[in-house]
Each structure stands twice: as structure tokens, then as C-alpha cells.
Antibody, heavy 121, light 106 residues
Framework: EVQLEESGGDLVQPGGSLRLSCAAS????????MNWVRQAPGRGLEWISY????????YYADSVKGRFSISRDSAKDSLYLQMNSLRAEDTAVYYC??????????????WGRGTLVTVSS | AIRMTQYPSSVSASTGDRVTITCRAS??????LAWYQQKSGSAPKLLIY???TLQSGVPSRFTGSGSGTDFTLTISCLQSEDFATYYC?????????FGQGTKVEF
């Protein structure tokens, strides 16, 4: 069974840093592209970052570019999001999501349950 | 960035109703579109990909259609478990973008 489990969410002050983790199981992690998606309280979904299966290619939303960094460790079957210079508007539930491995399809077929990041003084 | 616009933003419906949600892309995205269902307090769940292909395990009352800029999600016979918020998403290019969501409520 495919499982994604996020951790690391916390209450942090503006300007602070946090590192989120996503532990993957039930599939061959190192052949799948991965993403982070967030959802502010009461709001919609916002894609924020992508990393290729090899880790060689990353993309970011403009809202986090230069502050957030995505990475992965295939030996640990884990995805990470390093978040620096946090702002109040980064408050959200952060989901990791697997990109489908189907040819020509890049939808997100599995999601974790999310971890809450609160940025407040 | 490609803007995805969904309408309506909410719809009131009853069990057994047919519900249609529309999603419009600000530029052509071929069929690189997915639909997700999100229930309160839960993660999104993939329903449809490639605009019209049903994800494994999703009931056949869900259908997707469209290509280019205009897409629809139809729930043919609403069940109690279908009351949720639905999002479209384009994966034609980066940044990936979602519609603002459509809440299907009683």
C-alpha cells in the first residue's frame, strides 16, 4: 500500500526556519517525481515545489522561490522541504504528493495527510 | 502562470442530483487536467486525470470531459459521500496551478 507521511510542522516565528519531511513507503520511491502542495486555512490548494525522481530537476512557485528548497534522499525513501525566512502567509497545511508514473500523465495520484505549519509571533 | 477558473464556487444539491462543475484554463492545456476531491480535514484524492480518465477505484458516476481550455466534471447521481470540495489542476506546465475549488453542499 502506497503511503506518504509528512512530519515536521510546528509553530515558528516570522523569519524562522523549518524542515518538513515526507516518509514514503509501499512503492519504489526513487523512480517517482514528487511535489509539495500547501493549503492555507480555509483556502484552496497551492502547488509550491517539484523534484524529479533523480533529484536533478526542481521547480518552485514564485511565492516560495529563494526561500524554500526541496530535496530527497532515496536511501531513506524521504522527501524534504527546507523552509527559510518564513512569513505569516506561509501558514498552511503542507502535503507531499506523488506524481503519477503513467506515461504522459503528471497528476498527483497519492497524497500524504499533511503537516501544519503556523508562522506567528 | 496559467490561471484555472472554476465555477460555480459552490453548488447546493441533493442526493440523486446531477452536478456539473466547470473549469476554464487561461490558455490551452490540451488534456493535461486532473480533478481532485477533498473532504473536510482530509487530503485531496485524485478522481480523474488526462481530463477524462477515471482513476482506479473511483465510482463511474464521476465523468470528466473537455480539452484545450474548457473542462467539466459531472457527478451523475450524487451520493452522500460526494459532498466535498472539488478542484481542477493543470499539469501542462509549471507552475502547476489549481482552480479555486467548488464546494458541493446539501
Amino acid at each position: 500500500e502506497v503511503q506518504l507521511e509528512e512530519s515536521g510542522g510546528d509553530l515558528v516565528q516570522p523569519g524562522g526556519s523549518l524542515r518538513l519531511s515526507c516518509a514514503a513507503s509501499g512503492f519504489t520511491f526513487n523512480i517517482y517525481n514528487m511535489n509539495w502542495v500547501r493549503q492555507a486555512p480555509g483556502r484552496g490548494l497551492e502547488w509550491i515545489s517539484y523534484i524529479s525522481s533523480s533529484g536533478a530537476t526542481m521547480y518552485y512557485a514564485d511565492s516560495v522561490k529563494g526561500r524554500f528548497s526541496i530535496s530527497r534522499d532515496s536511501a531513506k525513501d524521504s522527501l524534504y522541504l527546507q523552509m527559510n525566512s518564513l512569513r505569516a502567509e506561509d501558514t498552511a497545511v503542507y502535503y507531499c504528493a506523488r506524481e503519477s508514473g503513467r506515461f504522459g500523465d503528471y497528476s498527483f495520484d497519492y497524497w500524504g495527510r499533511g503537516t501544519l505549519v503556523t508562522v506567528s509571533s | 502562470a496559467i490561471r484555472m477558473t472554476q465555477y460555480p464556487s459552490s453548488v447546493s444539491a441533493s442526493t440523486g442530483d446531477r452536478v456539473t462543475i466547470t473549469c476554464r484554463a487561461s490558455q490551452g492545456i490540451s488534456s493535461y487536467l486532473a480533478w481532485y476531491q477533498q473532504k473536510s480535514g482530509s487530503a485531496p484524492k485524485l478522481l480523474i486525470y488526462s481530463a477524462a480518465t477515471l482513476q482506479s477505484g473511483v465510482p463511474s458516476r464521476f465523468t470528466g470531459s473537455g480539452s484545450g481550455t474548457d473542462f467539466t466534471l459531472t457527478i451523475s447521481c450524487l451520493q452522500s459521500e460526494d459532498f466535498a470540495t472539488y478542484y481542477c489542476q493543470q499539469y501542462y506546465t509549471y507552475p502547476r496551478t489549481f482552480g479555486q475549488g467548488t464546494k458541493v453542499e446539501f
